[in-house]
């Protein structure tokens, strides 16, 4: 079993900041790709980005490039989404995903193990 906690998420206003961090424990060993999805009232849960639980190969939904970064922890067993000029079409419970496949790495019914979510509200 693998257990995922998202933190970080908040209020913030057009243009600024946010941190989120997963942290992820149990049994982390067998976890190829770890991904951050986001979902907002009355829509598809989408793809922001995905890395290798061994922190390589950074992969970002196209229209988030150059905002979101995506990074591993590796000594403390952490996802985080660095988001910056963060705007209102952001708004959304953000979650913290894991599986232990390869290859397409942008669905999320393929990913296994889910966080609760963290709210990220962007106000204008």
């Known amino acids: 079993q693998v257990q995922l906690v998202e933190s970080g998420g908040g209020l913030v206003r057009t243009g600024g900041y946010l941190r989120l961090s997963c942290s992820a424990s149990g049994r982390t060993g067998s976890i190829y790709y770890m991904g951050w999805f986001r979902q907002a009232p009355g829509k598809e849960r989408e793809f922001v980005a995905a890395i290798t639980w061994g922190g390589g190969f950074p992969y970002y939904a196209d229209s988030l490039k150059g905002r979101f970064t995506i990074s591993r922890d590796i000594a403390n067993n952490t996802i985080d989404l660095q988001m910056n000029s963060l705007k209102p079409e952001d708004t959304a419970v953000y979650y913290c995903?894991?599986?232990?496949?390869?290859?397409?790495?942008?669905?999320?019914?393929?990913?296994?193990?889910w966080g609760h979510g963290t709210q990220v509200t962007v106000s204008s």
């Open positions: 995903a894991g599986r232990t496949s390869r290859g397409t790495y942008y669905i999320p019914g393929s990913y296994t193990y």
